[in-house]
């Protein structure tokens, strides 16, 4: 459930886009440098996309974080890199008991960078290839999972690890696939 925790973990060992953890204020010159605008903003926790806001440029980060140390000045909040060439859209692998159970490509369906089928993204299947499957058990067995819903961005040198759901949901795996997930965790 935390996220950053589990970015430091997979770091060491899968691509990850580059991840910082921050108090505001925060310094927008050091954020261009280090990650470049736009740049995503995450709280520690959160699902479904909430807690999730891309930030465009220097001025609306410093605006937004004005906003975040009046509400909520102790928040530890997560700056990641945004990994244009996947804007508006990831994949979902859904993996059981080391196994992959299936994998869907969600895209926005409008000009959002999210593309959660929660939040009213779409969903279609996609092909499973020896890379997306070794990525997904490799990274599910490093966080010491059973189940799991790993994201992937599409990078421009192949995959990178969005974030990895602990209790993934399923409705949208079984739509894009035609998959019974609930009957494949009973089993």
Excluded: W
């Excluded at 410093?62 to 060439?85: K, R, V, Y």
């Excluded at 779409?122 to 997904?136: C, D, H, M, N």
Aim: charged share 25%; with cysteine; aromatic share 8%.
């Amino acid at each position: 459930k935390d996220k950053l925790f589990q970015m430091q973990i997979l770091a060491e060992k899968f691509p990850v886009p580059k991840t910082i953890m921050v108090k505001f204020p925060v310094n927008a010159e050091i954020v261009e440098k280090k990650l470049g605008f736009p740049v995503i903003i995450k709280t520690l926790s959160g699902s479904q996309g909430s807690g999730v806001i891309l930030s465009h440029d220097a001025q609306s980060f410093e605006d937004l974080g004005n906003l975040i140390q009046i509400t909520n000045p102790n928040a530890e909040i997560i700056l990641q890199e945004f990994i244009s060439s996947s804007k508006g859209r990831d994949l979902r692998v859904f993996v059981i008991g080391n196994r992959v159970v299936g994998c869907m490509e969600r895209y926005a369906t409008d000009d959002s960078f999210k593309a959660n089928f929660s939040r009213g993204g779409g969903v279609r299947a996609f092909k499973v290839t020896p890379e997306i499957e070794q990525l997904a058990l490799s990274v599910t067995a490093e966080l010491g999972l059973e189940i799991s819903g790993v994201d992937l961005l599409f990078g421009k040198d192949g995959y990178m690890i969005c974030e990895v759901n602990s209790s993934p949901g399923f409705k949208g795996m079984e739509q894009a696939t035609g998959k019974d997930v609930a009957q494949e965790l009973i089993d």
